[in-house]
């Protein structure tokens, strides 16, 4: 599926976040975009998984020429974020299930494949809500990156991250992503986006 930006640009209250975004996003391409904190990257991010709307110009995905409907968009791009919230009441397992009864999984991956991948084994059982905030990230990413989807969006994915988890994401993504298009939002940590191989920066569309 291919993203493509044409004069796009948000708008909040009186402020613009970004403007005069001219980008093709193509299927199976790693693309860094980078700014620091506040420049706009959340915002930017949220209207490429078609969450937000822009205020001008469009955002259109497509596949093989085809426009695609806002349906079929949200069942082909998944993103992981910190400020994205989980259900805190769930243990693991129950948010691994909820999230794969609207979403494939790869390979057809069960549950006990996904927590045994995301390296929360032991934590099936345990209440979300008491998951430290490194467990938390992982659990995003492990759902992120193991959805059968086209376009993942991920938004500064080594927060809260160890080096050791840290090791844990680039492997997900050399074993799960390569084949998708991935689109990084950071603030300069090379660790989560040195396989981009296509860099942007919101400092160039203000």
Known sequence: MKIELQKAGKKYFREWIFRNVDICLEPGEKVAVLGPNGSGKSTFLQLLSGAL???????IFSRK???????SVFRNVCIAAPYL?????????EIIDF????????????SDDI????GLEASRNKVFKHFSSGMKQRVKLSLALLSDVEIVLLDEPCSNLDATAINWYKDLVRDYGMERLIVVCSNNQLDEFAYCSRKMNMLDWK
């Open 115 to 118: 927590l045994q991948i995301s």
């Open 65 to 71: 020429g085809e426009v695609i409907n806002s349906e």
């Open 53 to 59: 709307l822009s205020t001008e110009g469009s955002v």
């Open 99 to 110: 999230h794969f009864s609207f979403k494939k999984s790869v390979n057809g991956f069960k």
């Open 85 to 93: 919230e989980l259900i805190e009441e769930f243990t693991l397992k």
